[in-house]
């Protein structure tokens, strides 16, 4: 039996495999998997899972009265798969990457950091449905789809638990382009609230 694997799939997993490789040859906290709720206008549920893949890491030293402070700043891209749903309306699935830039004093956990990404979008929207007046339940639901592309900017802050578990809590503008059923541009906000665990630590 021959199974097809859909490319944005095969692309999304090829970043994965790389950002293990990068870990594995430079990894002094381990590879970040993100897990967290992701919620479209923040009550509408949804769940996201992604990583980060480093391509730029630096310090830099400032003066203070108390003191020198060093801040560490990494650049990195940070594939992301995404679903969230309006309850009995649609069902959305969302393919993202992101360019992170994220910065914190060498001697804490805490960070801040900005995003700019580009997703694809896939909606799953319920157009009819018919209803059982015994039971009540919808059912003959008859669904269409539409594609957007939705770039996006965000902002996240976060901390670390202790050396394999993290925290994080994000905010996320985006901006869905282009549907497949020329429906218009819609702006969508997201609120993320979830965890970071460190796997292949040296």
Known sequence: MHIKIPPKITIFLLLAWCSINAYSQDNDRGLPISIGY??????????????????????????????????VKRLSINPQLAWFTRINRDANYLINAEVMYKTRKKEKGFYTAFTAGLGYLIQSKVESFSINLATGEKTNKQRSSSHFLMPSLGFELGGNLNSKLGWYNKYTWGQRFFSSNGNGSTMSVFVELGVKLYILKK
Not at 41 to 50: C, E, R, S, T
Not at 52 to 60: D, G, L, Q, V
């Open 38 to 71: 992701f919620g479209h206008y923040a009550i509408q549920p949804g769940l996201k899972v992604g990583t980060e893949i480093p391509f730029k890491t630096w310090e830099k030293e400032r003066s203070r009265k108390k003191g020198n402070v060093t801040r």
